[in-house]
Structure formats: C-alpha cells, structure tokens
T-cell receptor
Framework: KAGVTQTPRYLIKTRGQQVTLSCSPI?????VSWYQQTPGQGLQFLFE???????NKGNFPGRFSGRQFSNSRSEMNVSTLELGDSALYLC??????????FGSGTQLSVL | SQQGEEDPQALSIQEGENATMNCSYK?????LQWYRQNSGRGLVHLIL?????REKHSGRLRVTLDTSKKSSSLLITASRAADTASYFC???????????FGTGTRLKVLA
C-alpha cells in the first residue's frame, strides 16, 4: 500500500504570493489532517478533514485554508505569504481517527 | 498553547542505556500516542495507549499513562544509535478529532 504522498517536497515563494500544497492519503483513509512545524513552535495543528468536511480547525489566521476532495485527497492553501509562514507542512491520514500516518512534508521557504 | 508538553527538551545518553521521556497534557483525553521523527521528515507512529490503560509495551518501548496527573512517559530500553530522533506525544482531546503535539524531546544516542 502506498504511503501518504505530499507534493511538492520543496517550495520557494516570495512574500505576498500564495501557495497550494497537496496531500494524497493512504488508500481507504478518509481523515486527513495538516500540521505546521517550525523549530521553535513544534507541530501546530492546522485543520482536519473527513469525507470532505472540516471537523476541526486550529488557531491559524484565515489566510490558511484547506479542502478535501471526494477521493480524500486534500489541499491546503496559504494566501498572502509572510516570512513567518516558512515551515515544514505535514499531512497525515488516518483510517479511524486514531493512528496517524504522516507524509514526508513540504518544506516551504518564504523570501 | 501546546496540549502535549514533552520533558526534557533534549536528552543525550550512551548506547545501551535507557531513555525516559515525559509528557504532560491539560484536558481529558481519549488516548495518547507517541511518535518519532527523524531529521525533519514525517512522523512515525510508535504506540497508542487508551485512557483506560495504565501501561503498554511494544518491543523495547514501554509507555505509562496517569490520567489523574495528566501525564505519560515513554521508556526506551537498551537504546541504540538508530533511536536518535525527536519524540512527540500526542494526546487526543475527548470529543475532538485533533491531536495536539508538543515541541518534542530530542534524543541523541551516542555509540
């Protein structure tokens, strides 16, 4: 079974731009959650989707948004990028909301 | 603020020694999980302990949970250089679908 796939692996953007990150969960997993990881803050929860519905949301500004498609693939979008958005963005899928399977992440650098 | 707070932040031990990491959390939980992360890659699930369990073993790993103190510990016995990684606890808050990770414990096992 293929693991969680995140694309792209690396991304460089400039301030003010917007970015879309993609996550393909493990086949059969309907829950997808997103995390932002920075050296000082650890992993911060962004949001969680199940069957195209956002069930939980973290404390991030409205510039951070996401969605999930009918095939469970998920995307997250960050608009009007700021320097502080530079981070590793991790996606995780889950079969039953318990054990999380993580992708390798997308390393976003904002210049 | 983080739900799971790991302690210590960093730990350096010799190969063959035991490593103990602690986690404290703030709310009632359904379960608590421990994850390992190597070099900024995706996290790997290690073990899950439910709120009605007190201790769980998996190979060289032993996890304890004390819900009255809202704390958990992860013990790695006979550690190896390959155990060098960051370790995160992730409590699942009751009634939600979000795991709130802490900043992790950075373990270094010296050969």
């Amino acid at each position: 079974k293929a693991g969680v796939t995140q694309t792209p692996r690396y991304l460089i953007k400039t301030r003010g731009q917007q970015v879309t990150l993609s996550c393909s969960p493990i086949s059969g997993h309907r829950s997808v959650s997103w995390y932002q990881q920075t050296p000082g803050q650890g992993l911060q929860f962004l949001f969680e989707y199940f069957s195209e519905t956002q069930r939980n949301k973290g404390n991030f500004p409205g510039r951070f948004s996401g969605r999930q498609f009918s095939n469970s693939r998920s995307e997250m979008n960050v608009s009007t990028l700021e320097l502080g958005d530079s981070a590793l963005y991790l996606c995780a899928s889950s079969l039953n909301g318990e054990k999380l399977f993580f992708g390798s992440g997308t390393q976003l650098s904002v210049l | 603020s983080q739900q799971g707070e790991e302690d210590p932040q960093a730990l350096s031990i010799q190969e063959g020694e035991n490593a103990t990491m602690n986690c404290s959390y703030k709310t009632s939980i359904n379960n608590l999980q421990w994850y390992r992360q190597n070099s900024g890659r995706g996290l790997v699930h290690l073990i899950l302990i439910r709120s009605n369990e007190r201790e769980k073993h998996s190979g060289r790993l032993r996890v304890t949970l004390d819900t009255s103190k809202k704390s958990s510990s992860l013990l790695i016995t006979a550690s190896r250089a390959a155990d060098t990684a960051s370790y995160f606890c992730a409590p699942l808050t009751s009634g939600t679908y979000k795991y709130i990770f802490g900043t992790g414990t950075r373990l270094k096992v010296l050969a």
